[in-house]
């Protein structure tokens, strides 16, 4: 099965940091883009941020831009999400997936997403 592994959620305070990490699983991350994405309760799966495998090329949202790094690492086949400065709004299920084809900002447009690690921002 083709399909990712997310890790590194958890709960943190106002103003701290975490990372997260994706592991493709079936695949070797070798070409195109891997993006997360995050899901909040009764919400939409939204855009965070999304990479080129020679990690040449990265965009994110505007509510993330300067908080937030996504990056990669070829030898460990694994995409990060570097999270600093981080607010309660930015608590949601972290997903991530493979561009199959189309815009990097569409869900719809990934497969192999993964079960998701929480991060939860809250004193």
């Known amino acids: 099965e083709v399909q990712v592994v997310e890790s590194g959620g958890g709960l943190v305070q106002p103003g701290g940091s975490l990372r997260l990490s994706c592991v493709p699983s079936?695949?070797?991350?070798?070409?195109?883009?891997m993006g997360w994405f995050r899901q909040a309760p009764g919400k939409d799966r939204d855009f965070v941020a999304a990479?080129?495998?020679?990690?040449?090329?990265?965009v994110y949202t505007d509510s993330v831009k300067g908080r937030f790094t996504i990056s990669r690492d070829i030898a460990k086949n694994t995409v990060y999400l570097q999270m600093n400065s981080l607010k309660p709004e930015d608590t949601a299920v972290y997903y991530c997936g493979r561009l199959r084809s189309g815009t990097v900002y569409q869900s719809r447009n990934y497969d192999s997403w993964g079960q998701g690690t929480q991060v939860t921002v809250s004193s």
């Open positions: 079936g695949f070797t991350f070798s070409s195109g883009y």
């Open positions: 990479i080129t495998w020679s990690g040449s090329y990265s």
